[in-house]
């Protein structure tokens, strides 16, 4: 028999069972967009990068990432972030957004010193940059 403050053998078997499920993307996003709107860089970077590994195909997770990148410095980090947001929104859907990415990599591209080519793709103009 049991005493009252050991633990059940039932109970020690379910433990291990319980893992971590992370929040759906949107969830993520939106409390990564509440730390960016109070500053808070480091909580917004965590909880763009989990959006970004439970949904890699979520355009706004790395929207996130691109703009929490931007404000820290890390250009190089903003752009591939920025592109992949761009490679994967749909072609139809938040045009004011991609409208201020586009800027975004404009004003970063010239601050890293590699002007944009329409002959030149995300890929190449990415491995071009990645020499910071």
Sequence with gaps: MLGQGAPSPAKDREAPD?????QPAWKSVEVGDFYLKRKVYRAALSRYKEAAQVDPYYPQAYLGLGRVYDRL????????????????LPSSKQAEEAREVHEAIDRLERKLGTARS???NHSSAASAASSD
Excluded at 18 to 22: G, H, M, T
């Design 18 to 22: 319980q893992a971590y499920v992370p």
């Design 73 to 88: 410095g890390l250009r190089q980090k903003a752009l591939e972030n920025y592109r992949k947001y761009l490679d994967l």
């Design 118 to 120: 329409p002959a030149r």
